[in-house]
Every structure is written in C-alpha cells, then in structure tokens.
C-alpha cells in the first residue's frame, strides 16, 4: 500500500482503505478520500476500530457485485466502534460525543476509514465494559448470531443447538447467546481450538479433525451452519423432527426439509440498532464477551483479508483506526 504519510487528510478528505475494481488484496488501497457528510436520519462517527469479516474479502473479489449496488471507489468493512462528530437533521437519540458502535448498511461505504455515515437506526451507544477495538469486534457477527437464534429459529431453553465453527467470529458470538438463553450446546472446531470452546463453556465441544460430528450430536433443535458443503449435507441427519437448519453460507434444500420434517433458511444478517443496544447489556452483565484473534492498524488491511480469507482465524480480526489518545494509527507511530 501506499505510504501512509505520503498525503495528509484535511477536513473535507480522510484516510480510508477502497477497492477501485474488484480483485485480490492488493486492491486494497489506503489513500485519502472525501469525507462523508451526514443527510436527514444520519450520523457522522469519527470510527476508531473496524471489524473484519469474511463478507469483506467477498465484496472485494466481486462476489456480492449481482445482489448489492456498490459503486467504485467503494470504502469496505462493515463493522465499527466510534464517536459520534455531526448529526444530520432529525437526529434524536444520539448526541455529538455519544461513543457508539455499528452494523452500516453493507450497500452504502464502509467503515475501514477514518469517518463513516451511518443511518440512527443502524447505531447503539457501545457496550460501557468496552474499548473500542473489542467493542468493533462485535456487531456484525453478534447480530448474526442473535438473529439466527432469536428471530429465525426462536430458540428456547433447554434446547440442543449445534454450532459449526464454533470458533469463529459469528460461533463464538453464537455459542455464548445459546448458553446465556439457556440450551445445551454442541460446537466444532479444530485440535487447535478445542480448548477456546471449553472456555466458552460449550457442553459438548467437538473436533472435526477427529471426528464425526454426527457421531456426537443428535436429537438436535437447531443447527448454525456457518460452514455449507458437504458440512451442511451431513447436519440433516443430526436434526430432531420439527428442529431447524439456519445457514449463512448456502440456500438449504426445501424439499429435504419437507421430506425430513424439519424447518430451513438462509440468514442475510440486518442492521438493527435496537438489538446492537440489547447485546450491550448482555455485554456489560458480564455474560458475552468478543474474542480478538488479532489487531492490526487500517494500512494493514490487506495481510487483515488475507487472515480472514484462510477460513482458520479465532474470534475476530479488528483494524485500529484511531488510538485512545485521539491521535490516529498512522501518526502515532
Ligand atoms: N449470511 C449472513 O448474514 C452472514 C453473516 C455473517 C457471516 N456469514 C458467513 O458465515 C461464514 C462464517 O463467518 P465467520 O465470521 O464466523 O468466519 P470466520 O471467523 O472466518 O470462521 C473461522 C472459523 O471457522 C472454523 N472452521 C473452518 N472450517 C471448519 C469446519 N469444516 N468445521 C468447523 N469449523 C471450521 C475455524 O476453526 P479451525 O481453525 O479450528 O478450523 C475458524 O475458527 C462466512 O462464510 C461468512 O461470510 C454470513
């Protein structure tokens, strides 16, 4: 990337990593570009660490480009922790100053900058137990696990869940959501990880290396399939009558669900500010903490994809954007 020092952002310009055309990590370029103003309904935040997720890597390389209206040069990552700067009129529940945290409209640029604009309804004041960095860990994959457990598959206690991936951004949000609403839960993941699921409190960890999970788990409720493939295909025959399969990854089959008399769906996570708001107290009672696999500064959002892209990162990867301090990653040094 360039040197990060080479331009100095001015109070219409910021730094901010974008995709001129869809491709590898070496499109990623961190350079100056306008900053965004807040309409009606929107909020200016200063960001101070953005969230990566795999969903970054495939906008990047063009694999949303038939579903979502991107246009170039497009500001990626959609996941971030900041402070409020400007409000846009109608502005009624955030004040200039308010620390807060978002999952953005995935359409519109994203976070990996030093400002973002972000609708009101897409915000909530971040967890009060949280810095900033483990605070941007938190809401894309936080959402996407509340979503899949509590507005999808209605999740009750008692219930058996299994979890793949349990040591991912989004299962290791789903496996604390699961045991705080109470089930009993099964969840997979490397040698590697076998101890970061027994931290997590996972009833009966499982390592696919090792073995098959359909050995372990059965009679279950509800399977988080993060995973698709031939992981999707073997989950069926784990499923109780009346249970559900909830992928993020692959459309499941109907006609297997009507012939097996189980529910399916394909989740497409939402922005929703009002559950973010919900996740922060469970934050802050103690009860779901983000784990980081790694912080990396903004211009090292390049080495960030390509961690994320090996499919065998722990929790989170965050990008710093901005220090404590108030001063920003690049000038810090
Ligand atoms: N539809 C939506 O709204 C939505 C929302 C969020 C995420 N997603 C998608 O869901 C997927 C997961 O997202 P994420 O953020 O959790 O990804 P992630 O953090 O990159 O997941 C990495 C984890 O996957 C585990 N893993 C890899 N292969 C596995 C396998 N065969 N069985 C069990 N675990 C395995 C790895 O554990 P080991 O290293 O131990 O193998 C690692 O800890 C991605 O494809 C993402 O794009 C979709």
């Known amino acids: 990337m360039p040197d990060e020092n080479s331009t100095t952002a001015t109070a219409q310009t910021m730094k901010a990593v974008r995709i001129h055309n869809y491709g590898g990590p070496e499109v990623l370029q961190y350079e100056d570009a306008p900053r965004p ?28 480009k038939d579903f979502w209206p991107h246009k170039f040069p497009l500001v990626l990552g959609w996941d971030l922790s900041g402070v409020v700067e400007e409000l846009g009129e109608g502005v009624s529940r955030f004040r200039i100053g308010d620390e807060v945290y978002s999952l953005p409209d995935p359409t519109r640029d994203g976070a990996y900058a030093d400002y973002i604009v972000v609708r009101e309804s897409e915000l909530a004041l971040k ?3 949280l810095h900033h960095i483990r605070a941007a860990a938190v809401p894309l994959a936080g959402l996407t ?31 604390q959501l699961a045991k705080w609403k109470g ?9 590697k990880n076998q101890d970061l699921l027994r931290e997590l409190c996972v009833d009966e960890p499982i390592d696919y290396t090792q073995q098959r ?20 295909e073997r989950s ?21 669900a009507k012939e097996l008399g189980v529910r399916v769906a394909l989740l497409g996570v939402q922005p ?26 903004l211009s090292e959002a390049r080495r960030a994809h390509e961690l994320s892209q090996s499919g065998h990162t722990h929790g989170k990867i965050v990008l710093r954007v901005k220090n404590g301090n108030g001063t920003t990653e690049r000038n810090a040094r």
Not at 37 to 61: C, F, S, T, Y
Not at 276 to 290: E, M, N, Q, V
Request: proline residues 5%.
């Open 37 to 64: 103003k807040p309409q009606a309904g929107e909020v200016l935040i200063g960001v101070h660490a953005a969230g990566v997720n795999p969903i970054d890597w495939k906008v990047r390389e063009g694999h949303m």
């Open 127 to 129: 967890p009060k137990s």
């Open 145 to 175: 696990a509340w979503q899949a457990f509590f507005d999808t598959a209605h999740l009750q206690p008692g219930q058996r869940v299994l979890i793949h991936a349990g040591s991912g951004g989004v299962g290791h949000f789903a496996v």
């Open 183 to 191: 089930a009993y839960v099964f969840a997979t993941a490397s040698t």
């Open 213 to 232: 999970f359909e050995n372990v788990a059965r009679n279950i409720d509800i399977v988080l399939d993060t995973i698709g493939g031939e992981t999707q």
């Open 236 to 256: 069926w025959s784990v499923l109780k009558k009346g249970g559900n399969l909830v992928s993020l990854v692959q459309p499941p089959l109907e006609e297997k």
């Open 272 to 297: 929703n500010g009002a559950q973010l708001a919900g996740i922060a107290k469970i934050i802050d009672s103690g009860k779901l903490t983000p784990i980081i696999d790694r912080i990396l500064s």
